[in-house]
Each structure stands twice: as structure tokens, then as C-alpha cells.
């Protein structure tokens, strides 16, 4: 195989170390004949256009909970017959979300009766079926709850983080295995898997140099396919769905158990509604249990990978359905799946997914919530501009800098507004300085608090690897 060198950027083992410690239906149709009538298996439909946000290579490494975020959530779900056939029988599958490390779910409720179902992978999923539907006749279902989201770190201390013989064998024969949009078995994955190891033993470590790989390797882009792990790495580019299945492939080549998660991201407050949808994955590091990684979004335009979504998730995202691999209810599906039967000729049809959020109360938000830089001594100063918002409405606000270092170009406003935040950075020693700035609303009756980190460092140098990666963007 022929290896090209081409320039990439790593910083010293230590600011790593540093890093670290801060963040801590199927792909193709399924056909049954018999007779007149055929039953058809929704291929995997990947809908998700989840465009990853082209922020600075100084964004935030810590994600820390602040407010949880209330909403109720809505999955709608329709099809309808476009005709000329009929549909005989229309089979609906909905994984049923649970409460999870950083989110719950109250007073949930399905609008149709169903039948509880659990794949191989102990998802419980609703099971709807509906009989004799004509052209032009449609079936919708849908849930309902009212949920609470968190914010969280899970604080990953690597030298806490024991070996892979430290794994409970059931998760290791679970979520180590073999799955088509994996495939372990293809030498150019385990060529792949050793080179991103990069020698590391440790779960951590393993895990840690997969996601950096990855963000290195990939480049985001949506061509409405879900290709293979071989697929992704080979062309370089995916969609966050493809992102995850290479993330997965590398770990579970490495001995590291990974697992996927799907769900919603709510991108705006007030009434959001979400068609594009979002997938990110999770390992197994012990004693800690499953630990959530996005790659996807740690993979910044232009720069280094970052650790915001690096042991740690965000408030905006609701999981729906956890996964291993390929359901034989959902396939590769995480949201919804459907399989149908008819008479006569192939049916057309329309289908339609979707979440909706609806915010509530009020809430005071500030966008970065948390900042970290990156700078070289010789640097005096970093400005950011912070975006101060609030939903359902505008309220007053007040901005306090706890450090004398920190400094604003206004105290005072109303929701929507942005403020200019400029750090002095003369004569910082190397290391992590670290400050905060205190947003109060008299009218919220509420406080938040933005935590500021600086890394000094001397220097960012050069390191060439022994693999093909796609030229710094």
C-alpha cells in the first residue's frame, strides 16, 4: 500500500495530558414473496443533515451543568399510501426512550395501543400494527413527554481508567463483535485500527487516539448514505452517522467496547422542530461505565480536534435509542422504522418524521457557556464575543468579571444582546489560569456562571504520521 506523508498538528504529551484531565431498516431492501403480496423493510432512509458548527480551535474543553433544560418532546411518525396498491398491513416500530445519566422523561404517552418489543440489544421498542390501508389513506402515531436535560461532565480521570481485562465479559461479547457497518473482518479496518491506537493499551488512551484519528481522517459531509466503516475511512468524508460507525469499527477492533446512541438536538430554543436528528457513540471505560463521545462535533473546520464532547454532553441532545449495531426491529435506524405489505402494484408512499420541542419556562442562556484557549506565551491578549439570550421573551441582564484579568465592554442589557470579553494574557506563566465571569437576571431570577481557561504553552510544533490523513483544513 503505498504511505503518503503529509503534515499534521500535535501538541506536547503534556497539554494532552492536560486536556484530558480538563474534559475529561438495513442498507438494502429486505424482500418476501408469497402470492400477490410483498413485505418490504424501510431501508435505512439516513435523513440526518447534522452540519457540525464551525467554531474556533479555542472552544471550551469542560462542559459543566448549569440549568437543566425542560421541554416537552413530540416524535411524530406518518405514512400514507401514494397508490396504486394497497397496503395489506403496515408495521411501525418507535424505540421507547428512557431516563438515561443526564436526562428524563415524565408522563409519557403514545397516541395508537402497541405492543412492547425488545431487540437483542435490550431496546424496548412500541410496535404498531395497521391493516387494509387504500390510496390516499394514511397512519400516523406518536409520543409524547415532558423532559429534563443536562448538561455533563463525567470528569474521566485517566490513571483512574483500568485495562480491558477489567470488563465485564457480557459487554465485552456485546459490543466488541462484528456488525456489517463495522466490518472488523476487512484487513483495511484493522490496518486502520492499529494505526489510531497508536500503541495504546488503556481503554482511555485507545479511545482517546481513535477520536483524534477520526477527527483527522474525516471531513463532514452528507451524501444521504450510511456507508460502512471501510466505505467512510476510504473516501474520507461522513455524515455524523458515519463518523460514529468508523469511531465504533476502530475501538471494537482495538478491544474496546462501543456503542451508539441516537436521538434529537434541540438547535433553537422555544418551538424547535428537529428532522435532521443526531447520532453519537459511547465506550466502555472501567470502573466508569459508558462514557458519551461525539467525534462529529469535535471535529473542528480549520484546526486541532477538540474535547468538549469527549467524556461529556451537552443539554441540547435527547437520546432515544441505544444500540450495538444492526436491530432486528429498527435495522440501523434509531428513531423510527416501518416495513409494509401489499396487493397489486407497488404502492408509492410518503413518509414523515419528526421532533418537536417546546421550551419552557424562561431561561437566561449564554452561547459559548464556558471558554478555554490555547495560546503561545507570547500572546496578550484573547477577545471572545458571547451571545446572551433568553427564551420566550426579553429580560434584563447583568455581567460581573470575578478576575481582574477579564474584562467586558458592557455590564448591562437586554436579551437578545452580544458582549465583547477581552482576557489579558501579559506575563501568564505556562500552565492553566483559570477565572470566571457571573450573568444575573433580576427579572429570571436566576445566576450563571461562565467558567474562562487559559493553556500557556511555548509552542505547537510539527510531527509527521505514518498514514494517509486529509490535509489540514
Not at 477527527?215 to 455524523?240: I, K, M, P
Not at 448591562?412 to 482576557?423: E, F, K, M, N, Q
Amino acid at each position: 500500500m503505498k504511505v503518503d506523508k503529509v503534515k499534521t498538528y500535535k501538541i506536547t504529551l503534556m497539554l494532552l495530558a492536560c486536556i484530558g484531565l480538563l474534559s475529561l431498516f438495513a442498507s438494502s431492501a429486505l424482500m418476501q414473496t408469497g402470492g400477490s403480496s410483498e413485505i418490504v423493510l424501510d431501508p435505512a432512509d439516513p435523513l440526518e443533515n447534522d452540519i457540525p458548527p464551525l467554531i474556533a480551535a479555542t472552544q471550551n474543553l469542560q462542559i459543566e451543568s448549569i440549568n437543566p433544560r425542560h421541554a416537552h418532546l413530540t416524535f411524530n411518525f406518518l405514512f400514507r399510501n401514494d397508490g396504486p396498491g394497497e397496503v395489506t398491513r403496515l408495521d411501525v416500530f418507535l424505540p421507547i426512550p428512557s431516563n438515561y445519566d443526564n436526562q428524563r422523561i415524565y408522563n409519557l404517552s403514545f397516541t395508537a395501543p402497541y405492543t412492547v418489543l425488545t431487540d437483542r440489544y435490550n431496546q424496548p421498542i412500541a410496535y404498531f400494527k395497521f391493516t387494509n390501508l387504500a390510496p390516499g389513506q394514511q397512519a400516523t402515531v406518536s409520543w409524547g413527554g415532558d423532559v429534563e436535560v443536562e448538561a455533563k461532565n463525567y470528569n474521566i480521570d485517566p490513571g483512574q481508567v483500568t485495562g480491558l481485562d477489567q470488563i465485564p465479559p457480557d459487554i465485552i461479547s456485546a459490543y466488541t463483535t462484528n456488525e456489517n457497518k463495522y466490518r472488523l473482518e476487512s484487513q483495511i479496518i484493522q490496518d486502520a485500527a492499529q494505526v489510531a491506537a497508536n500503541g495504546a493499551t488503556n481503554p482511555y488512551w485507545i479511545a482517546h487516539n481513535v477520536h483524534d484519528f477520526v477527527a483527522n481522517r474525516l471531513t463532514y459531509f452528507n451524501d444521504h448514505q450510511w456507508d460502512d466503516a471501510e466505505t467512510v475511512y476510504l473516501q474520507q468524508h461522513g455524515s455524523c452517522s458515519e463518523y460514529t460507525f468508523l469511531f465504533i469499527a476502530l475501538c471494537r477492533a482495538n478491544g474496546v467496547p462501543a456503542r451508539y446512541v441516537g436521538g434529537t438536538r434541540q438547535r433553537q430554543d422555544g418551538i424547535y422542530v428537529d428532522t435532521v436528528f443526531h447520532r453519537w457513540a459511547e465506550v466502555y471505560l472501567p470502573p466508569y461505565g459508558w462514557v458519551p463521545i461525539d467525534v462529529t462535533h469535535d471535529d473542528i473546520e480549520g484546526g486541532l480536534p477538540v474535547y468538549t464532547y469527549f467524556g461529556a454532553i451537552t443539554d441540547e441532545r435527547f437520546a432515544v435509542a441505544i444500540n450495538g449495531g444492526d436491530s432486528e426491529y429498527l435495522g440501523w435506524n434509531y428513531h423510527s422504522s416501518y416495513r409494509y405489505y401489499y396487493t397489486g402494484s407497488p404502492p408509492n408512499r410518503t413518509r414523515e418524521r419528526s421532533f418537536i420541542w417546546q421550551s419552557y419556562p424562561s431561561k437566561l442562556q449564554v452561547n459559548p457557556p464556558q471558554l478555554t484557549s490555547l495560546v503561545l506565551s507570547t500572546t496578550n491578549t484573547i477577545t471572545w464575543d458571547l451571545d446572551i439570550i433568553s427564551t420566550n421573551g426579553s429580560y434584563d441582564w447583568s455581567l460581573v468579571s470575578a478576575d481582574n484579568w477579564l474584562q467586558l465592554d458592557k455590564g448591562s442589557g437586554t436579551t437578545p444582546d452580544t458582549i465583547r470579553l477581552v482576557a489579558n494574557t501579559t506575563g501568564f506563566p505556562l500552565g492553566i489560569r483559570s477565572g470566571q465571569i457571573v450573568l444575573n437576571s433580576s427579572s429570571l431570577n436566576t445566576s450563571i456562571t461562565v467558567p474562562v481557561n487559559i493553556v500557556v504553552v511555548n509552542e505547537i510544533f510539527e510531527t509527521y504520521l505514518p498514514i494517509i490523513i486529509k490535509p489540514t483544513r
